[in-house]
Structures are given as structure tokens and as C-alpha cells.
């Protein structure tokens, strides 16, 4: 908005007590009153003071900054005189010429006839044959009489308006040098690239060319109605191009379009607008241009009101309230419908009484009631246009139907007091092309001004490849194609030429047609091996395909880029969307076998398969869905997957996001990002007993107070309290699934266990994300109808359990098997786990498990493992990384085989969940482990209901992995449970009894009565023998030890003693799992929490003295 007003006196005239005050300018305005303008300061005083009445004139268009200014001073009172004219810098444009017509066979004939007439004169005229001026009117007419339209209109009765419209090619020529931009398909307007180059062909026939700027030839089509309203002429639509005029138009149409119909182009591209082909068209050709967007702003809604009478606007008050707050109540319903929903698009159809079931109970409420609203105009106008009943009357919503009549004429009443002849005409709003931002902010002055009353806004074009990543999120639109756009565009109009001539100037150029589909190639078809073919398709790879694929993906490819198609979308048998490209007419010969297969020829001898990578080789941090969306966990961004991400399997379902009420999801997340601080803050468990607030955890009390800060303590009370609010959520259906298999105490809030749920819900983001850095094995063991089975379901019913799934179920005799001695040995099941990320054993026999067999696919920083299978030749790749977790499912605890106390290598590496409660269908209410087992919960979860819940905690734990909290090759901190099932399995180890050993006699102490660290050495030694080297390093110690052993934490003050209970000193012991050991800690430290000192001792093995 310009800042200057219209000049008036240089000095203020008094009037009494009232003054008149000119400015030159509202910031001459702003300076007066802030008391910078120095001349007559007396005047300003009394101004501010009060004691002055000021009257302000000013410029229609700046009165909202002027009372804005002005009403920073309470004691002035401010009067508005009328609006002054439109300042003489506003410019005026020349209006539009619409030419009124009837247009016919016979009208255009006669038109003909007149003017070969003319040329020939009258007497030359007479001697014609009626068979002659017919072949003279063909002659005439020329191209225009071929018209391939099935539906010909015979006449045409409105307006006409020829305009040239600014594009720009090299925004165009940018966009299409994108692949994705090539294979774009629009639901019903066909190919993205066929518009575009349609579009750069017209602007080169019409010969005007300024630099990258081009101009299309644009006719507007308005039809006549013969119908009235409020005394004029019931206007419609103005639509553009020729689709709605006879095959021939009148002569002047037929000379401004004669460039265009040499192009022989179809009929429904001529004289067409950028905005006619959909909104990201008309934003790649008005990329860079300067151009004002003005657009009606909520124009039916608003003019409807506007239309009311004074007295009806309060029976309107949804109308009313959207008017007002649009902005707030959008963005307030944004956030309780499904992310598939637009808010925008539900309340434009409820305002024409559609717009039903938005997946959010208050957002249809809302829109029941605009519906209601929408109820009473149309009832309203209905009454008072009786002469409009007729023409509705037939159509089956008569009065939906003479109510967007209304809008129409409407909506052309303010935007034809908008428009120009160097305008486009789009509908609610109009768009002027100017030279530089100085016009442009005065050409949307001049459409604010001339829109009188009604809001008008200036609407931003989006950057197009942003829109058309949105609009097309399928495609990969960061490759850019080799081959270059005008090239491709070249062999592409070859290509449409001779499809126009004959089928055998098709058949001419099989290697033009070839050309063509490598400019459409993102190498989504590779040669694998020799008469194989990996093909990408529907954002995953296929594989051990032959000829006979990729002819079908030439097909494909031709046939939706040259014949004519439509989109159809519909729901499989799984519920699942579907979307399926139908061709309705494939030009000859391209729907025969041998000239496709000619050009599939041509395609593979020219295209260059690059070496890429193995399938499935890189899954850190990737997830891919049943559609082609892959998640990456690093970024936590869905996107369509590339070729180059060489993604094979995938997720039984498609990904998709959680529909769960945001406050679910947000609390989710909130957890985790909590839990993440906790464990980063040296936090363990989040069992209420660690907080003392319980009856179990009242004895640990005051260890808790003087080993964790209070930091950490209020954490885990805030992380309880947030889990509780997730458990009670109506949606958090699998959290109180495994709540009920795993936790004590399921049912009440307070001391509800949930160390073993959360540490299982961060091995299923381990699971789903395949994390490199960590390796360890997972039995799920308990009794039969322990919920174990749940447990794994809830992965491998969103991993999926077929070959081209993430998950892999196989009999659990493989752990408790040797391998083969003989490594040219085929391993048909092992190379099965090539690219999975969970493999289950199902139903382990009561038998050791083999370390060796268990080793070789634990630890992806190991290396690769090696299957071969039964077809494997030895030149064929077959050793692959390690992707995967194992699972195990036995009914009794898992052990390990192993000679004698040898280490099996296998500590820290295999883990054990134990489920101690039976879920029953009638449960025993007097024993404790039995619950209520729920078999339609568990159906449900198998059939996948539950996949969304899963992955959306999947995605949120994932940052509870990170290296600063895992920083070792295991997820940590385990559960108590998970370290007691470990040192079970593993018997008697030397490390795990080391390990035990120093975790049992190694005691704090203070300096005086610290062990030295030889007489340390020589207590291990006389208690396990000879102790290897790498078993100490294991145990992190190590011989060169020097003075004081301390552990790993980082702190100087940790003195550590050997103490005895049973002889009371350090002493060495022969037998150590028979011996009992205690030990003293005597310290006093200040509690944060409550500024009290304490002291304690700690003696476990022999009773605690009243006395002391």
C-alpha cells in the first residue's frame, strides 16, 4: 500500500477548537504525533493533550493505518472525511473487448461465402458451381475442419475475448529436465509432460519471444444464458480454449489462432490458458514472472453474505463466524482430522451441502451447521428468484443448483470490475502481468479499489517443484534425467508426428520411440544377470524378471504417454488404496506385441545399466512400505523410495501415520524425548520402587536418595505419570496388550512394572530402523499361553512373514544345530535372512543353543554372513550384512552349550524376557498368575488392526538408541529381569561368574580400607585359576592394573574392598558361588531434594543390629 496522500494546505487552519491536519504522508502523520515534526508544537500539544479535536484526511485504502496510528492517542478524537479519488499513480489499463457472437454451421458457412465473394467479385462469384464454393469454404476453413472431438457442439451462443498471455520456457524447459516430470500423470488431464510441451509449441508458433518469455494466444468463452437477476443479465463462468465452440469458428478467431491449429494440435489445448491445465502448470509457466494474483477472498461464502439482507445475517451465524476467523478455525480443526483430510476442500463442499464424514465428531458437527447456514440461503434465494425455477428445476439438486448459479454471476459482478485486457480472468479472481514489484503493488491497488466492498486478497505462486512434490509424492523428483529436455521434447514430437501420418512412419522410427523411453527412464529396469532384469515399479524393486517385464513397462510407458488414460482408485481386499492407470484409447501400433518389443530393443542397447549396489544391502535407518513410501528414521521423513535406494522388501501394509487423537501422539512422543533425557542422566528403571513410592521400594529409599540425583528421580515420577495418561487412552490398545503379558501389578498406576515394556518397544524400533551399531539375541520364554506369541506378532503382523517382507519365521531346531563343516555347503534357509530385519524361531527344542550357529548372525559390525543357496554358482554374491535381530519363542528358559567353563563369546549377547502370568479365558480370581486372555485383541493384532499404534512408537523410541545412550554394542540400561534370565542361560561362564563375582564383593569404601590391587589380582586368581586374558578384558580389567581397581564411572573417589561376611575381613574365597559376601558403605552426602544429611550402612547376608 503506497504511503502518500493526496497534497493539501501546508499549514493547519484553526477552526475554534477544532483543526484540520494535512499530511503529505502518513509517516509525516507518524512523525507529528510522536512530536518530531517541529513546526507548531503549540498545535501538537493541544493535540495530545486533548484539548484539540483533529480531523484527519486520508485515502480509503490507508485509513486502517491511520486509525491504527491515530489510535495509539486515547484523547484524540479523530474524525474520517469521505474517501478522496484514486491518486493519480494508480494507472488505468485499456477494458476488456468481449465480443458477443452466435456461432453456427450456417452463420460461419455464410461468413465463408461472403468473403470468397469478396476476393473473387460478384460476376466471377455467380459462375460457381454450388459444388465449387463448397470446395472453396473447405479451402477456407482449413484445418479447422479436422476435429477428432467425439462430442461436437453444433452452436454457440455468448462471448468471445482473445488475449495473449506471458509463459515462461525456461521455467518450463527447468521443470521437465526432472524425470518425475516426464511420468507424471494427472488423473484426468493426462500427461504433466504433454501439457508443458503443448504449451512451448504454442508460444513458439505465436513468434513473440522477449528473452526467456513467451506468449500463448488465450480465448475466453463466456455462454449466454437469456436469464435475469437484480435487473441484469445472469452471467456464467468465462472457461478457456475452443472446447465449447463449433468445429469451425467465426474468421477474426480463426486468423488469431491460425499458428495454433498448424500445430495441429488436439482441440482441447487450443487457445487455452496455463490456468485452464490445473494449478501446478499455471505455476511452472508464471515461475519468475511478475504477476499479481488477486483473488475473491472465501468469494462464494462472502458473497452469499453479502447478498443478504441486514436483517438475515444473524440466522447465519457459522457464515458469520468463518467470515471472521477463518485462519483460526482451519488451523484449529487441522489439528483433530486425519492427515489425509483437508479442512479447506470439507468446508468449500459443505458450503454447497457436501463435505461429509472429516474423520473428526466436532469437525462435522461444525460442518452440520455451515450446512444448516448454506440451508437458509438457499431457501432464501430460491424464494426470491422465481425466474431462475425453470432452468434448475431438472437438474437433481434444483436448489444447490440455482444457488451456485448465483455464485457464478456473483463472482462475476466483482472480478469483471477487476479485469483487463492484460489480465487472466481466473475465475474468483483475476491475475495482471506487470514489468516490476513497483506495478505490481499498484495493480493490486487498482483491484482492491475496484473490488469496492469485497475482500480481495494477493495469492503467492508456491515454488513448483515443492507443489509438485505434494501433488506427486510417488515420484522421485530429485533425479534429473540424462537425457536433456529438448532433445527429449524433439524425438517426443517425432514421435506424435508420425503417430498422426500412418503406422508405417511409426514402425520407421522404433529407435526414436526407444529414445523416448530413456528420457522417461530413472533406471527403473537393470539387467541383473544374463536375460534377467531387476525392475523398479511402484517404489520397490522386482527382481529375476525377464524380456517379457520389461516389454510390459515399455507398454506402459507409451501407451500412458501417447494414447489417452484414466485414473481409477478403489479398495483392494485388504482395505487398502488402490490406484490404477486404465488406458481408454492406445494409438497403432502400440498396442502390438512386435513393434513394443522392437522398442524395448532399442531401449536396452542404448540405455547404460550402471553398477549398483546388491538389493537390500543398505537398510540402517530405512523402512519401506507395501506402496513405495519409505521411512527414514535419521531424518523422520516418509518419501516415495528411489531406484537408488535398491530397496527389495517390504512391509506386509502400507506406511501410513496413526489416525490416534493428536494428544495420544503427542504424549507418545513426549515419552520418548523424556525417556531419552533419563537414560542420558545415568537414569535405569522406571519401577515405582526405585522412587520408594511403594511398599516394595520403601527399603531402597534411602540407597535411591544417595546414588541418583534428584533430577533423575523426578523424571521417572513424570514418565510414569505420562505412561499412565497413555494407558488410559481409549487407542492405546497395544500398550495395554503388553502391559497385561508383562508388568506386575497391569492394573494400578502406581506400581504398574513397565521397565520390560519399554525395553521391549525400543527393540522394536531396533527392529523396524535395522540399527547398525547394536547386535543381541531375544528369547521370549514362559508358560504356554504366557502372551510370548503376542509379543512377536505385534512385529511380524506389520513386518509381514512372506519372502518380500522385512520378517522371517523358521523352526527354532537351527540355534541348537551345528554348522555344516563343509563351508561350499548350500544353506538354503540361512540365504533366506538376506535382507529381513527380524528373524523368529519358532517353538525352541529343549536343547542348548549352539554359539557358533547363534554368533554368525548376531553383530552387523562383525561383517557379512554367508548362505548360499541351492542354485548359488560360485561366481554368484552370496554373502550379505546383517540386517536382522533373532528372536527366539521356547516354553522353558534357553541355555547355551559350551565345554566345561570355556567362554562362549556369547555374554552380553543374548537376552531373555520371561512371561510369568497365564492369560486365561475364565482366570482363577484366587491365583495371581492367571489374567483374562482377550483372542479378539489378539486376532485383531495379527491381522495387522494395531500396525499404525506399532510403528508410531517404533518411530518415537528410535531416539532412545542413539549412540550417547547405547554407546556399547547392546541396548541399555536392560531390565533387571533381562540380566538374571542372561547369567541363567549363560551357567557357569569364567566371564559370567567374573562378572557376578565383581558384582557381588566389590564394594565402595574409603580410601583406608581399599583392596590393593595385587592382593586383588591374587583373590581372582585363587578363586577361578587361571584367568585368560581376553575374559578380563571382557570383565573390563585388566592385569597392568595399577594401585586402586575402580569402575568404569568416570569418578575419582570410587574405593573399592573385597569384603567376607562369614570371616569379616578381605580374604581370599576358594568357592565363590557358596560364599556369602556383604559389604559396608559409610558415607554422608547432602539430598538435593531436601537439604538432609544422611548416613547409612548396608549389610546383606547377616542380620542388622538394633543396637548399632
Request: proline letters at 5%; one cysteine or more.
Given at each position: 500500500m503506497?504511503?502518500?496522500v493526496p497534497?493539501?494546505?501546508?499549514?493547519?487552519?484553526?477552526?475554534?477548537?477544532?483543526?484540520?491536519?494535512?499530511?503529505?504522508s502518513?509517516?509525516?502523520?507518524?512523525s507529528f504525533?510522536?512530536g518530531?515534526?517541529?513546526y507548531?508544537?503549540?498545535l501538537?500539544?493541544?493535540?495530545?493533550?486533548g484539548?484539540?479535536?483533529t480531523q484527519v484526511?486520508?485515502?480509503?485504502d490507508?485509513?486502517?493505518?491511520v486509525?491504527k496510528?491515530?489510535?495509539?492517542?486515547?484523547?484524540?478524537?479523530?474524525?474520517?472525511?469521505?474517501?478522496?479519488p484514486i491518486?493519480t499513480g494508480?494507472?488505468?489499463f485499456?477494458?476488456?473487448n468481449?465480443i458477443?457472437v452466435?456461432?453456427n454451421a450456417?452463420t460461419?458457412?455464410?461468413?465463408?461465402?461472403g468473403?470468397?465473394c469478396?476476393?473473387?467479385?460478384?460476376?466471377e462469384f455467380?459462375?460457381l458451381k454450388?459444388?465449387?464454393?463448397?470446395?472453396?469454404v473447405?479451402?477456407?476453413?482449413?484445418?479447422w475442419?479436422?476435429d477428432t472431438r467425439?462430442?461436437?457442439p453444433?452452436?454457440?451462443?455468448?462471448t468471445l475475448?482473445?488475449?495473449?498471455e506471458p509463459?515462461?520456457?525456461?521455467s518450463?524447459?527447468?521443470?521437465?529436465?526432472r524425470t518425475?516430470?516426464r511420468?507424471?500423470?494427472?488423473?484426468?488431464?493426462?500427461?504433466?509432460?504433454?501439457?508443458?510441451?503443448?504449451?512451448?509449441?504454442?508460444?513458439e508458433a505465436h513468434?513473440?519471444?522477449?528473452g526467456?518469455?513467451?506468449y500463448?494466444t488465450?480465448v475466453?468463452q463466456?455462454a449466454a444464458?437469456?436469464l435475469?437477476?437484480?435487473?441484469n443479465?445472469l452471467?456464467m463462468r468465462?472457461?478457456?480454449?475452443v472446447?465449447k465452440?463449433?468445429?469451425v469458428?467465426?474468421m477474426?478467431?480463426?486468423e488469431?489462432?491460425?499458428?495454433?491449429?498448424q500445430l495441429a494440435?488436439p482441440?482441447s489445448?487450443?487457445?487455452?490458458?496455463?490456468?485452464?491445465f490445473?494449478?501446478?502448470?499455471?505455476?511452472i509457466?508464471r515461475?519468475?514472472l511478475?504477476?499479481?494474483?488477486?483473488?475473491?477472498?472465501k468469494?462464494f461464502?462472502?458473497?452469499?453474505?453479502k447478498a443478504?439482507p441486514?436483517?438475515?445475517k444473524?440466522e447465519?451465524?457459522t457464515?458469520?463466524?468463518?467470515?471472521k476467523?477463518?485462519?483460526?478455525?482451519?488451523a484449529?480443526f487441522?489439528?483433530?482430522?486425519p492427515?489425509?483430510v483437508s479442512v479447506?476442500?470439507?468446508?468449500i463442499?459443505a458450503?454447497?451441502?457436501?463435505g461429509y464424514?472429516?474423520g473428526?465428531?466436532s469437525f462435522?458437527q461444525?460442518?452440520d451447521?455451515?450446512?444448516?447456514?448454506?440451508a437458509?440461503?438457499?431457501?432464501?434465494e430460491?424464494?426470491r428468484?422465481p425466474q431462475?425455477?425453470d432452468?434448475?428445476?431438472?437438474?437433481?439438486?434444483?436448489?444447490?443448483?440455482?444457488l451456485?448459479?448465483?455464485?457464478?454471476?456473483?463472482e462475476?459482478?466483482?472480478t469483471?470490475?477487476?479485469?483487463?485486457?492484460?489480465c487472466?480472468n481466473?475465475w474468483?479472481g483475476?491475475?495482471?502481468?506487470c514489468?516490476?514489484?513497483?506495478e505490481?503493488?499498484?495493480?493490486?491497488?487498482r483491484m482492491?479499489?475496484q473490488?469496492?466492498?469485497?475482500e480481495?486478497?494477493?495469492?503467492?505462486?508456491?515454488?513448483?517443484?515443492?507443489?509438485?512434490?505434494?501433488q506427486y509424492p510417488?515420484?522421485?523428483?530429485?533425479h534429473v534425467n540424462?537425457m536433456?529436455?529438448?532433445?527429449f521434447?524433439?524425438?517426443l514430437s517425432r514421435?506424435?508426428?508420425?503417430?498422426?501420418?500412418s503406422?508405417?512412419?511409426v514402425?520407421?522410427?522404433d529407435?526414436?520411440?526407444?529414445?523416448?523411453?530413456?528420457?522417461?527412464?530413472?533406471?527403473h529396469?537393470?539387467k541383473s544377470q544374463?536375460?534377467?532384469?531387476e525392475?523398479?515399479?511402484?517404489g520397490?524393486?522386482?527382481?529375476?524378471?525377464?524380456?517379457?517385464d520389461?516389454?510390459?513397462?515399455?507398454?506402459k510407458?507409451?501407451?500412458?504417454?501417447?494414447?489417452t488414460?484414466k485414473i481409477q482408485?478403489?479398495?483392494?481386499?485388504?482395505?487398502s488404496?488402490v490406484?490404477?492407470v486404465i488406458?481408454t484409447?492406445?494409438?497403432?501400433?502400440?498396442?502390438?506385441d512386435?513393434?513394443?518389443?522392437?522398442?524395448?530393443?532399442?531401449?536396452l542397447?542404448?540405455?547404460?545399466?550402471a553398477?549398483?549396489?546388491?538389493?537390500d544391502?543398505?537398510?540402517w535407518g530405512?523402512l519401506?512400505g507395501?506402496?513405495?513410501i519409505?521411512?527414514?528414521?535419521?531424518?523422520?521423513?516418509?518419501?516415495?523410495a528411489k531406484?537408488?535406494?535398491?530397496?527389495?522388501r517390504?512391509?506386509?501394509?502400507p506406511?501410513?501415520?496413526?489416525?490416534?487423537?493428536d494428544?495420544?501422539?503427542?504424549?507418545i512422543k513426549?515419552?520418548?524425548?523424556?525417556l531419552?533425557?533419563?537414560?542420558?542422566?545415568?537414569?535405569?528403571?522406571?519401577?515405582?520402587?526405585?522412587n520408594?513410592?511403594?511398599e516394595?521400594?520403601?527399603?531402597?529409599?534411602?540407597?535411591n536418595?544417595?546414588?541418583?540425583?534428584?533430577?533423575?528421580?523426578?523424571?521417572r515420577?513424570r514418565l510414569?505419570e505420562?505412561?499412565?495418561?497413555i494407558?488410559?487412552?481409549?487407542r492405546?490398545?497395544?500398550?495395554?496388550g503388553?502391559?497385561?503379558v508383562l508388568?506386575?501389578?497391569?492394573?494400578?498406576?502406581s506400581?504398574?512394572s513397565?521397565?520390560?515394556v519399554?525395553?521391549?518397544?525400543?527393540q522394536?524400533?531396533?527392529?523396524?530402523?535395522?540399527?547398525?551399531?547394536?547386535?543381541?539375541?531375544?528369547n521370549?520364554?514362559g508358560?504356554?499361553n504366557?502372551?510370548?506369541?503376542y509379543?512377536?506378532?505385534?512385529?511380524y503382523?506389520?513386518l509381514?512373514?512372506?519372502n518380500?517382507?522385512?520378517g522371517?519365521?523358521?523352526?527354532?531346531?537351527?540355534l541348537?544345530t551345528?554348522?555344516p563343516s563343509?563351508?561350499?555347503?548350500?544353506r538354503?534357509?540361512k540365504?533366506?535372512?538376506?535382507?529381513?530385519?527380524?528373524?523368529?524361531f519358532k517353538?525352541?527344542?529343549?536343547l542348548?543353543l549352539?554359539?557358533?550357529?547363534v554368533k554368525d548372525?548376531?553383530d552387523?559390525?562383525?561383517?557379512?554372513?554367508e548362505?548360499?543357496?541351492n542354485?548359488?554358482?560360485?561366481t554368484d554374491?552370496?554373502s550379505?550384512p546383517i540386517?536382522?535381530?533373532l528372536f527366539?519363542?521356547a516354553?522353558s528358559p534357553v541355555?547355551?552349550?559350551k565345554?566345561?567353563?570355556?567362554d562362549?563369546?556369547?555374554?552380553?549377547?543374548?537376552g531373555e524376557?520371561?512371561?510369568l502370568y497365564k492369560?486365561c479365558?475364565?482366570p482363577?480370581?484366587h491365583n495371581?498368575r492367571?489374567?483374562?486372555?482377550d483372542?479378539?485383541f489378539?486376532?485383531?493384532?495379527m491381522?495387522?488392526k494395531h500396525?499404525?499404534?506399532?510403528?508410531f512408537w517404533a518411530?518415537?523410541m528410535y531416539?532412545?538408541l542413539?549412540p550417547d545412550i547405547c554407546?556399547?554394542?547392546?541396548i541399555?540400561?536392560e531390565?533387571a529381569?533381562?540380566k538374571?534370565?542372561?547369567e541363567e542361560?549363560?551357567g557357569e561362564a569364567t566371564d559370567?561368574?567374573?562378572k557376578?563375582?565383581?558384582?557381588?564383593?566389590?564394594k565402595?569404601c574409603?580410601?583406608?580400607?581399599?583392596t590393593?590391587?595385587?592382593?586383588l589380582m591374587?583373590i581372582?586368581q585363587?578363586?577361578?585359576?587361571t584367568v585368560s586374558k581376553h575374559?578380563m578384558?571382557?570383565?573390563?580389567?585388566s592385569?597392568?592394573?595399577?594401585?586402586?581397581y575402580?569402575?568404569?564411572?568416570g569418578?575419582s573417589h570410587?574405593y573399592?574392598?573385597?569384603y567376607?561376611?562369614?570371616t569379616?575381613?578381605s580374604?581370599p574365597?576358594?568357592?565363590?558361588k557358596?560364599a556369602?559376601f556383604a559389604?559396608?558403605?559409610i558415607?554422608c552426602?547432602?539430598?538435593?531434594a531436601?537439604s538432609?544429611?544422611?548416613?547409612a550402612?548396608?549389610?546383606?547376608?547377616?542380620?542388622?543390629d538394633?543396637?548399632?
Open positions: 503506497a504511503e502518500d497534497a493539501a494546505a501546508s499549514k493547519a487552519q484553526r477552526y475554534d477548537d477544532e483543526v484540520e491536519v494535512p499530511f503529505q502518513i509517516n509525516q502523520m507518524v504525533l510522536s518530531g515534526e517541529e507548531n508544537m503549540e501538537h500539544k493541544g493535540i495530545m493533550n484539548e484539540i479535536v484526511t486520508a485515502h480509503r490507508a485509513m486502517d493505518k486509525r496510528v491515530v489510535g495509539k492517542h486515547l484523547k484524540t478524537i479523530v474524525k474520517l472525511t469521505k474517501s478522496p491518486e494508480v494507472p488505468t485499456p477494458a476488456v468481449e458477443s452466435t456461432i450456417a460461419v458457412k455464410k461468413e465463408a461465402v468473403h470468397i469478396e476476393d473473387m467479385g460478384e460476376e455467380n459462375k454450388p459444388t465449387d464454393v463448397d470446395k472453396l473447405k479451402a477456407e476453413f482449413g484445418k475442419t479436422t467425439l462430442r461436437k453444433v452452436e454457440f451462443i455468448g475475448t482473445v488475449r495473449q509463459v515462461n520456457l525456461a518450463i524447459r527447468t521443470f521437465l529436465q518425475a516430470a511420468r507424471a500423470v494427472h488423473p484426468t488431464r493426462g500427461p504433466l509432460v504433454q501439457a508443458l510441451q503443448f504449451i512451448m509449441q504454442r508460444a513468434g513473440k519471444i522477449d526467456d518469455i513467451g500463448i488465450v475466453n463466456r444464458t437469456g435475469e437477476v437484480d435487473g443479465e452471467m468465462s472457461f478457456t480454449g472446447n465452440l463449433p468445429s469458428p467465426p477474426w478467431l480463426r488469431a489462432l491460425q499458428h495454433e491449429i494440435l482441440r489445448y487450443i487457445g487455452k490458458s496455463a490456468f485452464a490445473g494449478s501446478l502448470v499455471k505455476t509457466c515461475h519468475g511478475q504477476s499479481v494474483d488477486g483473488d475473491c477472498v468469494c461464502i462472502q458473497l452469499r453474505y443478504l441486514d436483517s438475515m444473524a447465519v451465524p457464515y458469520q463466524a468463518y467470515l476467523s477463518s485462519k483460526r478455525i482451519i484449529h487441522e489439528t483433530r482430522v492427515k489425509n479447506k476442500e470439507h468446508i463442499a458450503s454447497n451441502m457436501g464424514d472429516s473428526s465428531v462435522d461444525w460442518l451447521d455451515l450446512r444448516r447456514d448454506t437458509i440461503i438457499m431457501d432464501y430460491w424464494e428468484n431462475l425455477h432452468a434448475c428445476s431438472q437438474e437433481p439438486k434444483p436448489k444447490v443448483n440455482l451456485a448459479k448465483l455464485d457464478w454471476h456473483r462475476y459482478m466483482v469483471s470490475k477487476m479485469d483487463n485486457r492484460f487472466s481466473e474468483d483475476v491475475v495482471q502481468f514489468a516490476s514489484d513497483a505490481c503493488e499498484k495493480a493490486f491497488k482492491q479499489l473490488a469496492g466492498d469485497v480481495i486478497s494477493r495469492k503467492t505462486l508456491e515454488d513448483p517443484m515443492a507443489k509438485a512434490m505434494k510417488e515420484l522421485e523428483w530429485n540424462p536433456g529436455t529438448m532433445l521434447l524433439s524425438q514421435c506424435q508426428v508420425a503417430l498422426k501420418t503406422v508405417s512412419e514402425k520407421l522410427i529407435t526414436v520411440f526407444g529414445d523416448v523411453v530413456r528420457g522417461l527412464s530413472n533406471m529396469a537393470m544374463k536375460d534377467k532384469f525392475i523398479f515399479a511402484g520397490k524393486w522386482e527382481v529375476e524378471k525377464d524380456i517379457t520389461v516389454i510390459s513397462v515399455v507398454k510407458d507409451l501407451q500412458t504417454l501417447f494414447g488414460c482408485d478403489y479398495n483392494d481386499v485388504k482395505e488404496k490406484e490404477e488406458p484409447y492406445v494409438p497403432k501400433p502400440l498396442d502390438q512386435a513393434f513394443i518389443s522392437k522398442v524395448t530393443d532399442c531401449y542397447k542404448y540405455t547404460r545399466f553398477e549398483e549396489k546388491a538389493l544391502y543398505d537398510l530405512k519401506l507395501a506402496n513405495g519409505m521411512y527414514n528414521f535419521v531424518t523422520d521423513e516418509f518419501g516415495p531406484p537408488e535406494d535398491r530397496l527389495l517390504t512391509t506386509e501394509h506406511l501410513r501415520d496413526w489416525d490416534a487423537p494428544d495420544l501422539k503427542n504424549s513426549k515419552f520418548s524425548e523424556v531419552k533425557d533419563f537414560f542420558l542422566k545415568g537414569g535405569q528403571s522406571l519401577d515405582a520402587s526405585q520408594g513410592d511403594s516394595a521400594g520403601a527399603s531402597n529409599g534411602i540407597l536418595m544417595v546414588s541418583e540425583g534428584g533430577e533423575t528421580r523426578e523424571l515420577g510414569r505420562i505412561f499412565n495418561s494407558y488410559e487412552q481409549p492405546s490398545h497395544m500398550i495395554r503388553m502391559c497385561r508388568s506386575d501389578n497391569y492394573e494400578d498406576p506400581a504398574r513397565i521397565d520390560d519399554c525395553y521391549i518397544l525400543r522394536d524400533a531396533r527392529v523396524c530402523a535395522s540399527v547398525e551399531g547394536l547386535c543381541g539375541m531375544l521370549l520364554t508358560p504356554k504366557g502372551g510370548k506369541s509379543l512377536a506378532q505385534r512385529q503382523a506389520f509381514g512373514l512372506q518380500n517382507h522385512y522371517k519365521m523358521t523352526s527354532g531346531s537351527y541348537t551345528k554348522p563343509d563351508p561350499e555347503k548350500s538354503p534357509i540365504n533366506q535372512f538376506q535382507g529381513k530385519k527380524a528373524i523368529y517353538e525352541l527344542p529343549p542348548p549352539i554359539p557358533e550357529t548372525l548376531l552387523p559390525r562383525d561383517g557379512h554372513t548362505g548360499r543357496a542354485h548359488s554358482k560360485k554374491q552370496t550379505f540386517s536382522f535381530v527366539a519363542m516354553n541355555s547355551v552349550y565345554h566345561g567353563t570355556e562362549t563369546g556369547m555374554g552380553g549377547k543374548l524376557i520371561q512371561t492369560l479365558d475364565e482363577d480370581v495371581p492367571e489374567r483374562q486372555a483372542a479378539e489378539s486376532t485383531a493384532t491381522k495387522g500396525n499404525d499404534e506399532f510403528f518411530r518415537s531416539k532412545t542413539v554407546k556399547g554394542r547392546h541399555v540400561p531390565p529381569s533381562l538374571t534370565h542372561e542361560s549363560m559370567v561368574l567374573l557376578a563375582w565383581m558384582k557381588d564383593s566389590l565402595e574409603t580410601p583406608a580400607e581399599a590393593p590391587w595385587t592382593e591374587t581372582i585363587s578363586s577361578f585359576g575374559v578384558t571382557e570383565c573390563n580389567i592385569p597392568k592394573f595399577k594401585g586402586q575402580r569402575p568404569n564411572k569418578v570410587d573399592l574392598k573385597v567376607n561376611a562369614e569379616k575381613k580374604s574365597v576358594k568357592y565363590v557358596k556369602a559389604f559396608e558403605y558415607d552426602v547432602i539430598c538435593p531436601d538432609y544429611l544422611f548416613c550402612r548396608f549389610l546383606s547376608t547377616r542380620p542388622i538394633p543396637g548399632r
